[in-house]
């Protein structure tokens, strides 16, 4: 059973309502909270404190959510759940695009926030206790998915940072050995029972991991896009898909 005692939650949320709720919720969970109304008021914890999640709200008062997100996402200092009101499609995947870990939609049920959190965390934690990858590591041609870690290490030591969502999406692939993977396939696949990934998000994903990958040297088509049936890892590379 994940000790969420150990675990510290900060919360950038400018509504100091919905924040007193959210940090009602996270402390009955046993969570540590720190709190920022705004983006100084983050800027003034983030050097200073430890933090294992984050719950950032897009809308802040004096800065861009979304940059801060990218900002988080490539620092990698910890995982982020956006809390939004922003409900269209679009905002949700610029949000995935960034890097964030999951979207929430405001007003949001208190239950299934805290069964996100909860699950997430007991994934991540399992994932260091266990070692689960420690002796299959998902990876093909040299490019392997570093046990414990959101980082793809590449033949020559090159480190490519990625998300929780497209870690999940380049072991899928893997274990695929370069056969055909439908976005369907794929989305039901990094779904849960909490958390449904829908095929548009998988297409946002696939971009993503590729230009990753791409800028790192595995080359231009490293994952192959089907015109109407899904992806694969490339002709060249599934021979050594491992």
């Known amino acids: 059973m994940i000790q969420l005692g150990t675990k510290t939650v900060l919360l950038v949320e400018d509504d100091g309502a919905l924040r007193a709720a959210l940090k009602n919720l996270l402390q009955l969970m046993q969570c540590r909270v720190l709190e920022a109304a705004d983006?100084?008021?983050?800027?003034?914890?983030?050097?200073?404190?430890?933090?294992?999640?984050?719950?950032?709200?897009?809308?802040?008062?004096?800065?861009?959510?979304?940059?801060?997100?990218?900002?988080l996402a490539a620092s990698e200092r910890a995982p982020v759940f956006v809390v939004s009101g922003r409900c269209d499609e679009l905002s949700r995947l610029q949000a995935l695009e960034a890097g964030a870990d999951d979207y929430i939609i405001k007003p949001f049920n208190a239950r299934e926030l805290e069964l996100r959190i909860r699950n997430f965390l007991r994934r991540q934690e399992g994932r260091v206790a266990a070692g689960t990858l420690a002796n299959n590591t998902p990876g093909f041609a040299g490019w392997t998915l570093l046990p414990d870690q959101y980082?793809?290490?590449g033949p020559r030591g090159e480190l490519v940072n990625v998300t929780r969502s497209e870690r999940n999406l380049f072991q899928e692939l893997t274990?695929?050995?370069?056969?055909?993977?439908?976005?369907?396939?794929?989305?039901r696949a990094m779904s849960s029972p909490?958390?449904?990934?829908?095929?548009?998000?998988?297409?946002?994903?696939?971009?993503?991991?590729?230009?990753?990958?791409?800028?790192?040297?595995?080359?231009?088509?490293?994952?192959?896009?089907?015109?109407?049936?899904?992806?694969?890892l490339t002709t060249e590379l599934r021979g050594e898909a491992s």
């Open 39 to 71: 983006l100084a008021a983050f800027r003034a914890i983030e050097h200073r404190q430890h933090f294992d999640l984050v719950l950032l709200d897009l809308n802040l008062p004096d800065g861009d959510g979304l940059s801060l997100l990218r900002e």
């Open 194 to 232: 909490t958390e449904t990934t829908s095929e548009e998000t998988v297409t946002v994903l696939i971009y993503r991991l590729r230009k990753k990958l791409e800028m790192a040297g595995a080359g231009s088509d490293v994952i192959e896009t089907v015109p109407g049936a899904g992806y694969r």
């Open 151 to 153: 980082r793809i290490r």
């Open 175 to 187: 274990r695929a050995g370069g056969n055909l993977c439908s976005r369907r396939q794929l989305a």
